[in-house]
């Protein structure tokens, strides 16, 4: 009978476990990092100063590639741009526009796209407001604060929203309210300004409705007494009224609104459509 060929035994290295080094978990995202705006592009209408300037510094500020600034007050804009061009290193470009035009309208977020490839972020901050007893309110006086604050927002979110549909890439369109669409205002007379901001908000919720099938986000800031050009150009008077019905004393910064736009805008507030959120020092609380 023939032998059997011995096999040998195959010779397997012994593997020290505990001496390997331990292998790194993946860094945990920070919740910061999902305030930022790296490689989004934004349009800010009443961007030139005041409020619209304040967001678009807060936004700039997030890492946005290119930011336009749509006004009608040349000067100003060509200012803000260079400003936020030199202080963010951010591309920045200046549209004179009046929002009341379409056409206009459409033309700039058409050139807007051109020169920065996209529209991601839109923020509907132009704005006027008359005090004017109702008695004595002109039609047409009447319907210039409407065309600019009601009509011109819409507007502007629909020549935006068109882009915005077109891309497939979703978007955020920021409406500035006011406190002045939920409650009157007292003791100045604003029929107009009121009627305009109540209008603004139910329309941005009706947007938000519309438009969440092409993932574009719609909300809106409603701030309370603000210390921006637009409220120091009427009577000083006023103030320590406006103060004495403000829980907490003051006027708001325009800087104050700046974080809530940058929420709104970000991925940090990707599951927030059709709100309105009011920053108003707690007046309406009363």
Request: glycine share 10%; proline share 4%.
């Amino acid at each position: 009978m023939a032998a059997v060929p011995q096999v040998a035994e195959a010779v397997i290295p012994f593997l020290d476990v505990c001496s390997q080094a331990p292998v790194a978990a993946p860094a945990k995202r920070s919740i910061l990092d999902s305030f930022r705006l790296d490689g989004k592009i934004a349009v800010v209408t009443g961007g030139a100063r005041g409020l619209g300037f304040s967001m678009a510094e807060g936004l700039c500020g997030a890492g946005l590639s290119g930011i336009a600034i749509l006004d009608l007050q040349t000067d100003l804009g060509d200012s803000a741009c260079e400003q936020l061009s030199s202080e963010f290193g951010v591309k920045a470009h200046f549209y004179r526009l009046d929002v009341r035009d379409e056409v206009a309208v459409q033309d700039a977020m058409d050139s807007v796209v051109r020169e920065f490839g996209k529209i991601d972020i839109l923020v509907c901050s132009a704005g006027v407001a008359d005090l004017v007893h109702a008695e004595d309110y002109s039609p047409a006086k009447f319907r210039r604060v409407i065309d600019i604050n009601l009509n011109g927002s819409f507007v502007c979110a629909q020549a935006a929203g068109k882009h915005m549909i077109a891309g497939a890439n979703g978007g955020s369109i920021i409406f500035i309210g006011s406190m002045s669409g939920s409650i009157v205002n007292w003791p100045q007379p604003q029929s107009a300004y009121n009627a305009s901001k109540a209008g603004v908000i139910h329309l941005m919720k009706s947007l938000s409705a519309e438009w969440a099938q092409h993932r574009i986000r719609c909300n809106s800031i409603s701030p309370g007494y603000m210390d921006t050009p637009l409220n120091t150009a009427y009577e000083s008077a006023l103030f320590g009224e406006w103060k004495s019905r403000t829980p907490m004393g003051r006027l708001g910064q325009p800087q104050e609104l700046a974080g809530a736009a940058l929420w709104l805008a970000s991925d940090a507030g990707s599951f927030c459509t059709g709100s309105d959120i009011r920053i108003d020092g707690g007046y309406t609380t009363l």
